[in-house]
């Protein structure tokens, strides 16, 4: 999943940590993920309402064997890749959700459209 987004920071550039540039990543590819394998549709075609359904999947990614690894890791690029070790607390999604309104305000910012 090829994912390309820049993390913000207050002055226009980017910055940040290994880690906070994976966890952004893995929210971003989550969705994308999500999007066109269940949707059929690209991030910039998201709607409101499509995101509601998407928060719903984070506290319980069903169908579990297709969302949620068991037992081997698989490395992002297999196509059977699951994105998720387990369902998400409510902390967890609450911060998913920061994280993917954070880089959707970047690339309206941006002028980002597929």
């Known amino acids: 999943m090829g994912s390309s987004f ?11 940590s290994v880690a ?3 966890t952004y990543r893995k929210e971003s590819e989550r969705l994308l993920l999500w999007s066109i394998t ?3 549709k690209p991030r910039s075609f998201l709607t409101h309402k499509d995101l509601l359904v998407y928060r719903r999947l984070l506290a319980d990614p069903q ?3 297709r969302w949620v690894m068991t ?3 698989v490395a992002r690029a297999d ?3 699951p994105p998720f070790a387990e369902p998400l607390t409510p902390s967890s999604e609450r ?3 920061v994280i993917l309104n954070t880089l959707f305000a ?3 910012n941006a002028g980002y459209r597929e």
Not at 6 to 16: K, V
């Open 38 to 40: 269940e949707l059929k």
């Open 63 to 65: 169908p579990a064997q």
């Open 106 to 108: 970047r690339l309206l």
């Open 71 to 73: 037992g081997r890791k």
């Open 6 to 16: 820049a993390l913000p920071a207050g002055n226009g550039h980017t910055q940040g």
């Open 20 to 22: 906070t540039f994976d």
């Open 95 to 97: 911060q998913a959700f």
């Open 79 to 81: 196509l059977s890749w």
